[in-house]
């Protein structure tokens, strides 16, 4: 056997579980319905990038080598079936990781309770240990080994960036703080491509009391080697270095940022990275921590007069179950909150996730294939009639800004903790109108 594929079958082998078997690999009876719930699928029309099809490449594999089941391997040996080699992982690796977000979305679709999203987090798991992957994940592996940094940055240039926008602020960012109560915790994405909000949530955070420190040690959590290359060692090196950052510091809580994979990453599958061998430390979602703040009272805001929609990330939504904690915190913010449709658990995905950001970015010309399955997405948000659409994803902002632009939708795209921190200024001003000054700014 190609050393290439042993080693890709010895590492899906490890990872199965039974309910991968018995539901994932054995469970699909063909019936197409995924299909209809796939951006990817219906944006292109092309039969190869039916999630099924998909998935039938990484069952192919499973069935010539794994299954206890001999009737793969007696057909593959007699020469009745193909055997899949280097061309299927190659095949493989283009469909898996270049035209699917794993955003879940056809999982809901199928009558059996198949996951195609986990098939491709298995497919990528075992690519990336076979090193079968594109040159843009082939990157993000690079420099995080490097660098801790999935898109190669050091730690002086994130701290640099950071203090820069707070300086211009005139407010101060407490870094390697020991005793804080909360690590603030931030992806690679967000420090990359929007250190200004993360800026936003420090602020907020200082307004509201928090007891928090960022730290020098961790200027990316590495959610894209967690969840876009699922690679298993150094998505493990990841999550051990933001607890043992918290520990370092001596703080018993790590917030997660406005970052959907993130927030899948470290609040839903943290233990099936790390195992059983689980600190004492407890994570939060930021937007959970600010919503909280505001409705006990120790954060102030006041509903900026203006219609929002607001736009699921699947990572955060659908696949961790935040949607009514996004929409009840931009409920605070504003004074109409628009839904899509659909919307929720059953929202299309902003095509931005799992590396196809990279893949197909914002900065390349013309027809891209992303631009061209967001066209639901841009359709979707038209009809909302609103003039902004807010999300609490770093990497959808950025992807549905693009498909705004490209759409010619006259449409802004914010964070929303851009809006939850307009809002707690524009309750500053109001006090300071209403209120002699008491001698304190928040
Ligand atoms: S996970 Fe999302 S992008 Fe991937 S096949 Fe399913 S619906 Fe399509
Ligand atoms: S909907 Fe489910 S059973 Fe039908 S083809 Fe898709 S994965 Fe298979």
Redesign the pocket.
Known sequence: MDPQVRTFVGTLEGALNAEDIITHLT?????????NACAWFLGTNNPQLH??TR?NLLRSFYFAYIDPNPIGKVLTTLGLKRKPGIAELQEMRDAIFLCCTMCGR?SL????G?S?RRIAQLARMALSSCGMVPDTVAEIQRNYQETGHSFGLTSEAVIGRITAIAKGRDISVPIDQPGADYLFACSGIQTYHSPKDVVDSVELLTAGGVSFTLSSGLVDTGTEVLTTAVDPVLGRKAVRNTLEEASRLGCKRVIIGECGCDVRAHLVDLRSFIGADYPDIEIIYVDALLLDLIETGRLLVEPIDMAVAIHDPCWTTRLSGYGPVIRDLLGKCVTEVVEMEPNGLSSYCCNGGAGTLRTYPPTSPGMSRRRQVSVLKAEQMRATGAKMVATPCASCALSLADTSDFYALDLQVSLLCDLVLNSARLASRTRVLEEPPSGKGW
Do not use: L, Y
């Open positions: 469970g699909c009876i063909g019936c197409g319905i995924c299909g999630p099924m998935s056809c679709a199928c009558p059996q198949v195609n």
